[in-house]
């Protein structure tokens, strides 16, 4: 019973409340005036920045998603193999992890900028120097965590099916297909849900290395929400509208992404 009253006092009331505000006009929830689906349409017609935003994020989830796990489940591999300094390499790759997001966005900045000075530019300077920033630093700070997961998944596959898949005559990369991947399955639903909603409700990163620069080119959907509710008067009522849309869109790529990995598990 006391979570259920601290779910609904902290979750459920405060959800039903935005959702309600998103379809007022307002600057204090007692000013609220009903305007219908007003702040939708705003949201979509007038202001172009949401739909950039949108295609942004879309962008650098589906490269960062791919390239997180990748990267993660071949270092894991290599980590799975009786070499010396193993137990330190997990800890030196599962660190950055530990670092606030901020941080990790203006030490990324520091770098960046630091390399791009030789060319007389900065991250700021085109859009596609802050996309694949983001991109590299969403890859060093998640990396180490989800190759972790991988390592436990590795760990706890049957080396019975492998050996029996080499006496069958299958070669390594045989048996890693079509072996321990599949039987992988769980972690990878895990590490691909982890990394697909972390990509697309990433925030403080962004607004650390780019603040959407230049001309909110970079700016992803959290960052749009909060430049709208904050930064633009009277556009509140827009902004949680965003908001809104927000959540339906992560929550059916997240429920959908759950189903078909879940379904290949019970395949396996």
Same mark, same amino acid.
């Given at each position: 019973?006391?979570?259920?009253?601290? $779910?609904?006092?902290?979750?459920?009331?405060?959800?039903?409340?935005?959702?309600? +505000?998103?379809?007022?006009? $307002?600057?204090?929830?007692? @000013? &609220?005036? !009903?305007?219908?689906?007003?702040?939708?349409?705003?949201? !979509?017609?007038? @202001?172009?920045? !949401?739909?950039?935003?949108?295609?942004?994020?879309? *962008?650098?989830?589906?490269?960062?998603?791919?390239?997180?796990?990748?990267?993660?489940?071949?270092?894991?591999?290599?980590?799975?193999?009786?070499?010396?300094?193993?137990? !330190? $390499?997990?800890?030196? %790759? %599962?660190?950055?992890?530990?670092?606030?997001?901020?941080?990790? =966005?203006?030490?990324?900045?520091? /770098?960046?900028?630091?390399?791009?000075?030789?060319?007389?530019?900065?991250?700021?300077?085109?859009? @596609?120097?802050?996309?694949?920033?983001?991109? /590299?630093?969403?890859?060093?700070?998640?990396?180490?965590?989800?190759?972790?997961?991988?390592?436990?998944?590795?760990?706890?596959?049957?080396?019975?099916?492998?050996?029996? &898949?080499? /006496?069958?005559?299958?070669?390594?990369?045989?048996?890693?297909?079509?072996?321990?991947?599949?039987?992988?399955?769980?972690?990878?639903?895990?590490?691909?849900? +982890?990394?697909?909603?972390?990509?697309? *409700?990433?925030?403080?990163?962004?607004? &650390?290395?780019?603040? =959407?620069?230049?001309?909110?080119?970079?700016?992803?959907?959290?960052? @749009? /929400?909060?430049?709208?509710?904050?930064?633009?008067? =009277?556009?509140? =009522?827009?902004?949680?509208? *965003?908001?809104?849309?927000?959540?339906?869109?992560?929550?059916?790529?997240?429920?959908?992404?759950?189903?078909?990995?879940?379904? *290949?598990?019970?395949?396996?």
């Amino acid at each position: 019973m006391p979570l259920t009253l601290a $779910f609904l006092v902290f979750f459920v009331l405060p959800f039903l409340g935005g959702l309600f +505000l998103s379809f007022t006009e $307002f600057t204090t929830v007692e @000013d &609220a005036s !009903f305007v219908g689906i007003g702040n939708y349409v705003k949201a !979509f017609s007038t @202001d172009s920045g !949401f739909i950039n935003a949108l295609i942004f994020t879309v *962008k650098f989830t589906v490269v960062s998603v791919i390239s997180v796990n990748v990267l993660a489940f071949l270092l894991a591999l290599l980590l799975t193999k009786p070499l010396k300094g193993v137990n !330190f $390499f997990r800890t030196v %790759f %599962f660190m950055p992890n530990l670092i606030g997001g901020i941080v990790l =966005g203006y030490i990324w900045n520091v /770098i960046i900028n630091g390399v791009l000075s030789y060319f007389g530019v900065d991250i700021t300077f085109s859009a @596609d120097y802050g996309f694949w920033g983001l991109v /590299i630093l969403m890859n060093w700070q998640m990396i180490g965590y989800m190759m972790i997961i991988y390592i436990a998944g590795l760990q706890s596959v049957d080396r019975g099916l492998i050996e029996a &898949a080499h /006496i069958d005559g299958a070669s390594h990369m045989k048996a890693l297909f079509h072996v321990t991947i599949p039987s992988l399955m769980p972690s990878v639903t895990i590490c691909t849900f +982890l990394t697909l909603t972390n990509s697309f *409700k990433l925030f403080d990163q962004n607004l &650390a290395l780019t603040g =959407g620069a230049p001309g909110r080119e970079t700016s992803m959907l959290a960052l @749009d /929400i909060y430049d709208t509710f904050y930064g633009r008067i =009277g556009w509140q =009522g827009v902004g949680q509208a *965003k908001a809104v849309v927000f959540f339906v869109i992560v929550a059916t790529v997240a429920l959908l992404q759950l189903y078909l990995t879940r379904s *290949k598990e019970v395949e396996v």
